[in-house]
Nanobody, 124 residues
Framework: QVRLVESGGGSVQPGDSLRLSCVISGPTLRLTVMGWFRQAPGKSREYVAAITWRDGETHYADGVAGRFTISRDKTRDTVTLQMDNLEPEDKAMYYC?????????????????WGQGTQVTVAS
């Protein structure tokens, strides 16, 4: 059983940066993709970014490309989302997800495990 724990959220001003971390507990041998999704109040959960666990191939949603960077550290079983130049529209609960069955990055239905989320607030 894989367990995910996110951290690093907080309240910031527009233009600031935050670094989110997702620590993986349990077996990682079968992991294919690790991703970040977010959900703002009153909205559905949306894809942010993902990375393949084995090769580190990355993919980003259009609205965050160039501002966010996803990475993984296989020695520490950690996935990180570096968020720069934050905007008020980035305010949301951010969730880490893990896949074991496919390499589809941007669909939440293909993810098998989720963390509890970490809140990001950007002043408006």
């Amino acid at each position: 059983q894989v367990r995910l724990v996110e951290s690093g959220g907080g309240s910031v001003q527009p233009g600031d940066s935050l670094r989110l971390s997702c620590v993986i507990s349990g077996p990682t041998l079968r992991l294919t993709v690790m991703g970040w999704f977010r959900q703002a109040p009153g909205k559905s959960r949306e894809y942010v970014a993902a990375i393949t666990w084995r090769d580190g191939e990355t993919h980003y949603a259009d609205g965050v490309a160039g501002r966010f960077t996803i990475s993984r550290d296989k020695t520490r079983d950690t996935v990180t989302l570096q968020m720069d130049n934050l905007e008020p529209e980035d305010k949301a609960m951010y969730y880490c997800g893990a896949e074991q069955r496919t390499y589809i990055m941007n669909l939440q239905d293909t993810y098998d495990y989720w963390g509890q989320g970490t809140q990001v607030t950007v002043a408006s």
